[in-house]
């Protein structure tokens, strides 16, 4: 069928096609007429997500921010909230709605439940793409309780979105008492051993005592040195002896002024001799009280050489000795500044015990501190940019909006019916129907005229 043939056909179908577009137009004014009225009031909501915690200092991340509207459209939709605003506004007590329960349920069920879910059907969320802006949009029959139900809902998702912030960290903060509770256990536990362990080894300050045996122990060194410096000239003494005989020993060696004193006594007592000698015969007085002089000198002598051999080898002893019990009192002392540096050791563990305990326990109490004030902060991030008004108009039926798209679906309607009405009696109305129906060519075609006026005055008789 070409256009001019479509168009022929709407001209032949006028009456049908018109009839079917008033009809459709006309239907459709008297039902949005008819139809109950519905009002929509709009509460938008900012959600400040970029703000900071005034405890924790948190941000939310931007990759999370469209997870994190999402969540929020979903928690306003949620049977909570809804709950939330039957108990906050009372609806239950309501009788309209007692009856409307009963009659729709029977009476079984939870009558704050079942108004929940009546208003969720009712409400709609719309997030804004472009920004944290979150609109809460209520249906209802009348413009005040459309009003009032969309703050409501405004009211109740803010409260329930404070109460996820807060509950989390009430029960964290119990978690942390109690936990701090044992630490400060562990840390008076710990504190207990460190105490008994020094009143057990007496330790007052162990670091001074460290310094004095520290001190005790150059000393001894000191004392050892001098007494090994000892030993040695006593054994050098005493090598010499073994080595040359007592009598040989230069007077230094013995270090005895008697003997050294004998020995010049000696010296001069001898030499008198010899010159007595030579001057007088062995009978001669001189002669005789010089060689009793040399004798007695010699006994003395010889009784004072034996006497210093003896002191050489008691020095020899004594230095030995002495040498010794230095060494015994080096080890021993040794031993007492390792014992103090086991029990140093020791100490260090018990202190660092407490150090981490106390270490363990101040951050318990930081963490809980913050729990708390969490727990006790009533700072949503959400706020009410635009509170819901009473509308003024309805937002349902748009009566215009109906006629236009009454207008567009009454005027394709029209041409449907022209078209199966044409298709159900077919009829020849153009040159191009009639090769159509017999495939026969055209030979020529008469145009219908009207009459002039004139013959229509004065007819012409055959």
């Not at 001019?4 to 039902?31: D, E, M, N, P, S």
């Not at 709609?124 to 949009?137: L, Y």
């Not at 809902?153 to 329930?160: L, R």
């Not at 540096?341 to 020791?346: D, K, S, T």
Request: net charge neutral; charged share 25%; proline share 4%.
């Amino acid at each position: 069928m070409s256009f001019y043939q479509f168009l022929i056909v709407l001209k032949a179908r006028k009456a049908l096609a018109f009839l079917a577009f008033f009809v459709t137009v006309a239907t459709t004014v008297v039902i949005s007429l008819m139809l109950p009225k519905a009002y929509e009031s709009t509460a938008a909501l900012v959600v400040n997500y970029k703000g900071v915690d005034p405890v924790t200092g948190n941000r939310v991340p931007n990759q999370l921010i469209p997870g994190y509207l999402a969540t929020q459209v979903d928690i306003i939709s949620s049977q909570n909230v809804a709950l939330k605003v039957v108990n906050n506004l009372e609806l239950y007590t309501n009788p309209e709605v007692v009856d409307a329960f009963y009659e729709e349920t029977g009476g079984q069920g939870d009558i704050r439940g079942w108004l929940a879910d009546a208003l969720l059907k009712k409400l709609t969320v719309n997030p804004s793409r472009e920004s944290s802006v979150i609109s809460i949009v209520y249906e209802s029959n009348t413009p005040e309780s459309a009003a009032m139900l969309a703050n409501a809902f405004a009211e109740a998702y803010i409260e329930t979105n404070l109460q996820l912030k807060i509950d989390p960290s009430k029960r964290t903060s119990e978690w942390f008492e109690k936990r701090v509770e044992e630490m400060r256990l562990k840390l008076m536990f710990a504190q207990q051993k460190l105490s008994d362990y020094q009143r057990e080894k007496g330790i007052v300050s162990i670091d001074e005592r460290m310094d004095v045996e520290n001190a005790r122990l150059a000393q001894l060194s000191q004392q050892l040195v001098v007494a090994q410096a000892e030993l040695f000239n006593q054994k050098s003494r005493q090598e010499a002896i073994l080595k040359g005989g007592i009598k040989n020993l230069d007077t230094a060696v013995l270090a005895d002024p008697v003997i050294r004193d004998l020995k010049v006594l000696l010296s001069r007592a001898e030499v008198r001799l010899s010159e007595l000698k030579e001057r007088f015969s062995e009978q001669h007085p001189d002669y005789r009280a010089a060689r009793s002089e040399v004798q007695s000198l010699s006994r003395k002598l010889n009784s004072e050489i034996r006497a210093a051999k003896g002191r050489i080898k008691s020095d020899l002893l004594i230095a030995e000795q002495k040498v010794t019990e230095l060494n015994d009192a080096i080890v021993a002392q040794k031993e007492v500044l390792l014992a103090i540096n086991e029990n140093r050791n020791m100490l260090d563990v018990y202190m660092r015990d407490v150090n981490d305990a106390e270490q363990i326990l101040s951050l318990a109490t930081q963490r809980l501190s913050q729990m708390t004030l969490e727990g006790e902060s009533r700072e949503s991030d959400i706020s009410i940019l635009n509170p819901a008004v009473v509308p003024n108009e309805p937002s349902k039926p748009n009566v215009l909006i109906n006629v236009v798209l009454s207008v567009f679906l009454g005027t394709i309607l029209a041409i449907v019916v022209a078209l199966l009405a044409e298709l159900f009696d077919r009829r020849v109305r153009t040159k191009e129907d009639i090769v159509l129906a017999t495939g026969l060519p055209v030979l020529g075609e008469i145009h219908a005229s009207k009459p002039s006026t004139a013959l229509l005055a004065n007819p012409t008789p055959r």
